[in-house]
């Protein structure tokens, strides 16, 4: 079993910064894929950045240029840095992660951003 914990959500302004982190625990022998995901009030949850175990990373045009994901192997734990924050990104936040052939995903952390 994995448990994704994440953290790092909040209040911010417009215009400000947040960085969310996703920490994997359990039964962990290669994590693939990481990624963020996110789902705003009466909308479907949408992709916002992967990154694979190679390191090559996807943006959604929505956040390129402003959202960063990175992520730690040794630590098997994987981070958003969200930059020029604005109003249309608030959301929940859910980290996800595939180990071997099975995808996990984390309780899902708030981000508001005020206008």
């Known amino acids: 079993q994995v448990q994704l914990v994440e953290s790092g959500g909040g209040l911010v302004q417009a215009g400000g910064s947040l960085r969310l982190s996703c920490a994997a625990s359990g039964s962990i022998f290669s994590i693939n894929t990481m990624g963020w995901y996110r789902q705003a009030p009466g909308k479907q949850r949408e992709l916002v950045a992967t990154i694979t175990s190679g390191g090559n990373t996807n943006y959604a045009d929505s956040v390129k240029g402003r959202f960063t994901v990175s992520r730690d192997n040794a630590k098997n734990t994987v981070a958003l840095q969200m930059n020029s924050l604005k109003s249309e990104d608030t959301a929940v936040y859910y980290c996800?992660?595939?180990?071997?052939?099975?995808?996990?995903w984390g309780q899902g952390t708030q981000v508001t951003v005020s206008s």
């Open positions: 996800r992660m595939r180990v071997t052939t099975l995808d996990y």
